[in-house]
T-cell receptor, first 111, second 113 residues
Framework: KQEVTQIPAALSVPEGENLVLNCSFT??????LQWFRQDPGKGLTSLLL?????REQTSGRLNASLDKSSGRSTLYIAASQPGDSATYLC??????????FGPGTRLSVLP | GAGVSQSPSNKVTEKGKDVELRCDPISGHTALYWYRQRLGQGLEFLIYFQGNSAPDKSGLPSDRFSAERTGESVSTLTIQRTQQEDSAVYLCASSLSPNKEAFFGQGTRLTVV
């Protein structure tokens, strides 16, 4: 069964810093990995989806990489802003069906 | 529709009552997922529908929980004889097909008193 972990659990940085969030998964036979953000009391917003054949995806200031062999993905946020404050979740597919989520990294970007 | 729609957004019910939660996926999306998120916890998978295939019910926590989906449209999650431990946000997501980007609704916050 797929298991997903994320480190750090929480992160607080000053505005403007570049930062990296880490995600690890136990079963490398994934079809894809998806990153989401969740704002307090809200649903999940999709940020990036990386297919198993890809090594990275970029959207604006966000870049996500995938290393299937080591069971790792990283989300890089450039020039962080207070509006980036949220919980970031990664999710790996479970044998091509449902997604298994990590516990999340709670990010605070201080102005 | 423009996005995944869930109703109601909030539901308060008495212990022992049945509740029904509704999810309208994005039009044309064949895959539909239900997850539960308890306060301060991560997302727990409940059930997955793909087209007309038999649903994956492996995440349902007890036989009080059931879900239906008619074709590739609306899904309802039913919780019978609700317990306080059922209090959580219930999130629905859909994707164009398996292994494609999943989009989530805003969730239904269920409170059992």
């Amino acid at each position: 069964k797929q298991e997903v972990t994320q480190i750090p659990a929480a992160l607080s940085v000053p505005e403007g810093e570049n930062l990296v969030l880490n995600c690890s998964f136990t079963d490398s036979a994934i079809y894809n990995l998806q990153w989401f953000r969740q704002d307090p009391g809200k649903g999940l917003t999709s940020l990036l989806l990386i297919q198993s054949s890809q090594r990275e995806q970029t959207s604006g200031r966000l870049n996500a990489s995938l290393d299937k062999s080591s069971g790792r993905s990283t989300l890089y946020i450039a020039a962080s802003q207070p509006g980036d404050s949220a919980t970031y979740l990664c999710a790996a597919d479970n044998y091509g069906q449902n997604f298994v989520f990590g516990p999340g990294t709670r990010l605070s970007v201080l102005p | 529709g423009a996005g995944v729609s869930q109703s109601p957004s909030n539901k308060v019910t008495e212990k022992g009552k049945d509740v029904e939660l509704r999810c309208d996926p994005i039009s044309g999306h064949t895959a539909l997922y239900w997850y539960r998120q308890r306060l301060g916890q991560g997302l727990e998978f409940l059930i997955y529908f793909q087209g007309n295939s038999a649903p994956d019910k492996s995440g349902l926590p007890s036989d009080r929980f059931s879900a239906e989906r008619t074709g590739e449209s609306v899904s309802t999650l039913t919780i019978q004889r609700t317990q306080q431990e059922d209090s959580a946000v219930y999130l629905c997501a859909s994707s164009l097909s398996p292994n494609k980007e999943a989009f989530f609704g805003q969730g239904t916050r269920l409170t059992v008193v």
